[in-house]
């Protein structure tokens, strides 16, 4: 089984050009030279969710926000929390929890 090398998404096609998830165009033996690295790619579970976490931050970025990831902030109990990623415009503060579930 093959891997996208940019979002890890399981490839139905062994000739596919695009990746199906995220559109990137794949490598190809017969372009350009394959490396170790775009051969099957093994990514756990904690490194999609960062991936994930990485690539809408980027998304919030693009449309104006300044984008704090993994903030930890202290709760109303004294407790410390850990957010993905927030987010700022103006005086307004959002906090977005990312989940990366298989569906």
Do not use: W
């Amino acid at each position: 089984m093959k891997f996208c090398p940019y979002c890890g998404a399981k490839l139905g096609a062994e000739s596919a050009k695009f990746c199906s998830e995220c559109g990137s165009k794949l490598p190809h033996e017969n372009n350009i030279e394959v490396t170790e690295e775009f051969q099957e790619v093994k990514l756990n579970v904690y490194d999609l969710g960062v991936k994930l976490e990485e690539t809408v931050a980027k998304i919030f970025e693009k449309m104006g926000y300044k984008v704090e990831l993994r903030k930890r902030l202290a709760t109303r109990s004294g407790a410390t929390a850990e957010i993905d990623i927030l987010i700022t415009k103006g005086n307004r503060k959002r906090a977005v929890e990312c989940k990366n579930y298989d569906v």
